[in-house]
C-alpha cells in the first residue's frame, strides 16, 4: 500500500468512528434487535447485573460491532474488542478474559474463526463465570478453576452455520440476525453521515447513493465520502449526476454491483451454463477465496435474487442474464414472464 492509500485508509477508519451512533435514537433500521435490546438492557440495569450473552450475526457491513458499541455505551460498560483469528492459543484467551472488570463486554468478532480448543474453554467461562485450564501434561497433570468477574460476552459471525451447537446454545441472552436495510433506511444513515461531516447532499443524490449501497450502511458510509472527494476534485456540486459519474468510476452499476460481482455472474452464466456449478470452482473460475464469495458476493446477489444456492450448485437466474445484458436460453424465457 502507498503513503497516500495509507493516509486515506487510517483517514477513513477514523471517519467510520466518527459516524458510528452512540445512541439507539441514532442508529437507524433493525426495530425488532433494538426492541429486544432496549428490554434486555433495561432489565440488566435494574438488576445491577451485566446482561446475558448475545450473538450477532448477518452479513458483512450491517453495523454487527457498530451495534455491539452501543450495548456497551448504553450499559455504561467498558468494551474490550478482539477476533476470533487474533486469539490464537487457550492462554491468548485466558489473559483477555482474566484483565476483564467486573460489567466488561467482551466483544469476539469474526467468532467462527476460533479453534475448537479455545471454543470449549469459552464455554465454562459463559457458562460457570470460570476458567478451567490444564497445567501440565500426563499423570500430573491438573486442573485449576479461576473465578472471572461477571462480564457479557457479545460476538458476532456472518457464518453462523459454522459454531458448534454447544457454543451457540451458551448466548442465553439471545441471537439476533441482522437484516439488510431498505433505501429509506440506507438513505436516512447517509443524510445523518453527511450531516456529521459537514457534506452537503440534495435529497436526490442521497437517493441514488442509497440505491447503489448494496443495502449496508458500511457501503453507504463509503460512497458518501468517494462522491465528496469526486465532486471536491472536480468542484461540482454533490448532485445526482455527480453521484452518478464518481459511482460508475468506481465501476458501480445502477443497483450497486461491483465489478467483481458482474464478474462472478458472469462466469457462472458464460462458462458454466448458468448453473448450477460448484462454490469451489466457481472460486477457483474467477481467483478468489471460497469464503469471500460466500460472505461477501453471495449475500447481496442472492437478496437482489440475481443468485441461487441450491443443492446441486449455485445458479445464475434470468434476472442476472437480463441485468448484464446476456440472452437467456430459450427454455428458460418464460421464467421472466
Ligand atoms: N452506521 C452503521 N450502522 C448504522 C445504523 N444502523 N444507523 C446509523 N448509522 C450506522
Known sequence: ?????????????????????????????????KNNLKILITAAKERNHPPEHLLFYGPAGLG?????????????????????????????LASILTNLSPG?????????????????VLYSAMENGSLDIIIGKGPSARTIQLELPPFTLIAATTRIALLSSPLRSRFSGGTFRLNFYSVGEIKKIIQRSAKILDIEIGDEAATEI?????????????????????????????????????????????????????????????KFGGGPVGLNTIASAISEEEATIEDVYEPYLIQLGFLERTPRGRVATPHAYLHLEINLPEDEQHKLL
Open 1 to 33: 500500500m502507498s503513503k497516500q492509500e495509507e493516509k486515506q485508509v487510517n483517514n477513513d477508519k477514523f471517519l467510520d468512528a466518527t459516524l458510528r451512533p452512540q445512541k439507539w435514537h441514532d442508529y437507524i433500521g433493525q426495530e425488532r434487535i
Open 64 to 92: 454487527k460491532t457498530t451495534i455491539a458499541n452501543l450495548v456497551a455505551k448504553e450499559l455504561g460498560a467498558q468494551i474490550k474488542i478482539t477476533s476470533g483469528p487474533a486469539v490464537e492459543r487457550v492462554g491468548d
Open 104 to 120: 466488561d463486554v467482551l466483544f469476539i468478532d469474526e467468532v467462527h474463526r476460533l479453534n475448537k480448543l479455545i471454543e470449549e
Open 210 to 270: 442509497a440505491i447503489r449501497s448494496r443495502s449496508t450502511p458500511r457501503a453507504a458510509n463509503h460512497f458518501l465520502k468517494r462522491c465528496r472527494d469526486f465532486a471536491q476534485v472536480n468542484k461540482k456540486p454533490l448532485d445526482t449526476e455527480c453521484v452518478k459519474e464518481a459511482l460508475s468510476l468506481l465501476e458501480i452499476d445502477e443497483v450497486g454491483l461491483s465489478q467483481a460481482d458482474r464478474e462472478l455472474l458472469k462466469t457462472i452464466i458464460t
